[in-house]
């Protein structure tokens, strides 16, 4: 993904890079508030609120945050995954055989998508119940790095989405919308970003959908992406809409985990824009403050050990406590 902009005084120190800013990046500051520690962190609300529908209901969905991580564990230990590597046929495979399990009906949209080295085949995979709520993820992982295994950085997100599944599907038909997961092939740039080396899946998904007339289906498009980080952070997106922003920090509040979104604001470049584009509401849960400095983003040190269940769990459940309040609206 890619910073725009410079709207935050913490992060702009970083803006003269783009995403594949190397590591020896010019410092940021940490942001101010920053947290130490996802899973003691400080000035969250109770739980219990004064609203009835603030905290845990019984009913309500809630992800196992244990499941997702030894997911993320497995797609991580395929090794490197970029478009074209055997890896990535692995994880396509890997994929195929869980979504059986937890979609009514999958759809593979192959497509080939010129890069500047040259063809590559690239693969969305679409896990499908009659719905109107998408919840996406990347799953490939940077090309031209060595020894680069994602475990946040598309392996996060992707594990968390197949145990989303495990939650939205194994209750028999759900209230309110049912749930698209979307699995987008060719988020990262393959030789450097720009608006045409990069998000190949998500630009191809967008325009197909614009053209068969899905988009005006689509009630939101929720992005996760890199939020695995222990030391969880989801920036505020200006790239995003401001009414599911809004309703994400509702989500986040009524469970008590706001302290980890929104301290910082800034417009992200990622799988979220195209679809914007094509005119569906959309928020991209992101955080992009990946170790002091952000120096694990796309690195060899982007490993498990840097990732906790619990931020797992927190990106999940707000994904799940988002479309509840959706289906109120
Ligand atoms: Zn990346």
């Known amino acids: 993904m890619k910073l725009h902009g410079t709207l935050s005084l913490s992060l702009a120190l970083a803006l003269c890079c783009n995403a594949c800013a ?15 520690s996802a899973t003691a962190p400080q000035g969250e609300a109770p739980k219990s609120t004064s609203s009835k529908s603030a905290g845990p209901r019984s009913g309500a969905l809630r992800i196992n945050a244990a499941r997702a991580m030894q997911y993320t564990r497995e797609i991580v230990g395929i090794g490197p995954r970029p478009i074209g590597s055997r890896g990535h046929a692995r994880l396509e495979a890997y994929l195929r055989l869980h979504l059986k399990q937890t979609a009514a009906n999958v759809v593979e949209d192959a497509f080939t998508a010129q890069t500047p080295a040259g063809p590559f085949a690239m693969r969305n995979f679409i896990a499908q119940y009659p719905g109107t709520i998408v919840m996406a993820s990347h799953y490939d992982t940077v090309l031209p790095l060595k020894n680069f295994v994602g475990a946040n950085d598309g392996g ?4 968390l989405l197949l145990e989303l599944g495990n939650q939205l599907h194994s209750q028999g038909k759900l209230p309110g919308y049912s749930v698209w997961r979307v699995f987008l092939d060719g988020e990262e740039a393959v030789k450097e970003w720009t608006d045409t080396d990069s998000v190949y899946g998500s630009r191809h998904l967008a325009a197909q959908w614009s053209a068969d007339g899905t988009t005006k289906k689509i009630r939101a498009f929720l992005l996760a992406d890199m939020i695995g980080d222990a030391d969880l952070d989801i920036l505020r997106d200006e790239n995003s809409t401001p009414w599911l922003e809004d309703l994400v920090l509702q989500a986040a509040s009524n469970l008590g985990v706001q302290s980890h979104f929104f301290a910082n604001t800034t ?9 914007a584009k ?3 509401p959309v928020a991209d849960l992101i955080d992009f403050t990946y170790g002091y400095n952000n120096v694990f983003w796309h690195t060899p ?5 840097k990732l906790s269940p619990r931020s797992l769990e927190i990106a999940g459940n707000v994904l799940l406590e988002t479309k509840r309040l959706l289906d109120q609206k």
């Open 267 to 275: 417009a992200i470049g990622d799988d979220h824009v195209p679809f």
């Open 278 to 280: 094509a005119g569906m």
């Open 156 to 159: 996060s997100s992707t594990g």
């Open 22 to 36: 190397q590591p020896s990046s010019p410092k940021k500051q940490a942001p101010i508030g920053a947290k130490t």
């Open 301 to 305: 040190e982007d490993t498990l050990d």
